[in-house]
């Protein structure tokens, strides 16, 4: 929420508005739902992690994030074919939006929508933006791989053969789109094996070596 961005994007609120509408829907025995938008013109990655945790700061029970996608014949449309607004690409929409759903997990609010949803009539007008038909399972399995990469280097593992025990729900999320983790982790030095394993709760991982 911040106002210079909401102001440039002519978004016809500032933050206080956002505060002042959150309280009247709490105080008023109302599920407060919050909505984000991430690489606005204008904005950084920074910006979008402030509002996230001015978000977190309103208790909302649930939370959608949507990276900005640049459709024709609209403002943003025009600024980005001026060179004046550079979108996003898809890997920094999706570093920065598996940072924002981890934050907000873990301060149990629920994201109950990540990325636009996918339409033949909205694809053939996109110009620019990090739109992909499956973004959240991508922002997932980059979770899935930052937790992966901690332990690795908060227990010092060395290169070689790696078992990554996880929820049997987890696996795909851990392996990745096209199992995309397990190529990295490769390219690390890790020859990686993703198990199930009943008895860890979601989003819990351990490694063992060998």
Same mark, same amino acid.
């Given at each position: =929420? @911040?106002?210079?961005?909401l102001?440039?994007?002519n978004r016809?609120h500032?933050?206080?508005?956002?505060?002042?509408?959150? %309280?009247?829907?709490?105080?008023?025995?109302?599920?407060l739902g919050?909505?984000? =938008?991430?690489?606005?013109? /204008?904005?950084?990655? *920074?910006?979008?992690?402030?509002?996230?945790?001015e978000?977190?700061?309103?208790?909302p029970?649930?939370v959608?994030?949507?990276?900005?996608? @640049?459709?024709d014949?609209? *403002?943003?449309?025009?600024?980005?074919?001026?060179?004046?607004? +550079?979108?996003?690409?898809l890997?920094? #929409? @999706?570093?920065?939006?598996?940072?924002l759903?981890?934050?907000?997990?873990?301060?149990? !609010?629920? @994201?109950?929508?990540?990325?636009?949803?996918?339409?033949?009539? =909205?694809?053939?007008?996109?110009?620019?933006? #990090?739109?992909?038909p499956?973004?959240?399972?991508l922002?997932?399995?980059?979770?899935?791989?930052?937790k992966i990469?901690?332990?690795?280097?908060?227990?010092? !593992? +060395?290169?070689?053969?790696?078992?990554i025990?996880?929820?049997?729900?987890?696996?795909?999320? #851990?392996?990745? +789109?096209?199992?995309i983790?397990?190529?990295?982790?490769?390219? =690390?030095?890790?020859? #990686?094996?993703i !198990?199930?394993?009943p008895?860890?709760?979601? /989003? %819990?991982?351990?490694?063992?070596?060998?």
């Amino acid at each position: =929420m @911040v106002d210079r961005v909401l102001t440039l994007n002519n978004r016809g609120h500032n933050s206080n508005c956002v505060r002042e509408a959150s %309280q009247l829907i709490k105080d008023n025995g109302f599920s407060l739902g919050l909505q984000m =938008m991430t690489g606005l013109y /204008g904005s950084s990655e *920074e910006d979008d992690v402030y509002t996230a945790k001015e978000f977190i700061k309103l208790h909302p029970d649930t939370v959608r994030i949507y990276p900005t996608v @640049v459709l024709d014949n609209t *403002e943003l449309g025009r600024l980005f074919s001026k060179g004046i607004y +550079q979108t996003q690409t898809l890997t920094q #929409a @999706v570093d920065l939006c598996a940072e924002l759903i981890t934050m907000f997990e873990d301060v149990n !609010i629920s @994201v109950i929508r990540v990325g636009l949803h996918s339409s033949d009539t =909205m694809q053939s007008k996109i110009l620019s933006g #990090a739109f992909h038909p499956a973004f959240r399972e991508l922002c997932e399995g980059k979770i899935y791989l930052n937790k992966i990469t901690e332990e690795i280097n908060h227990k010092k !593992i +060395q290169q070689g053969n790696i078992i990554i025990l996880v929820t049997p729900l987890a696996v795909s999320k #851990a392996t990745g +789109q096209r199992k995309i983790n397990l190529t990295t982790l490769k390219n =690390m030095g890790y020859n #990686a094996k993703i !198990i199930a394993d009943p008895n860890l709760l979601q /989003g %819990q991982i351990i490694i063992q070596e060998g």
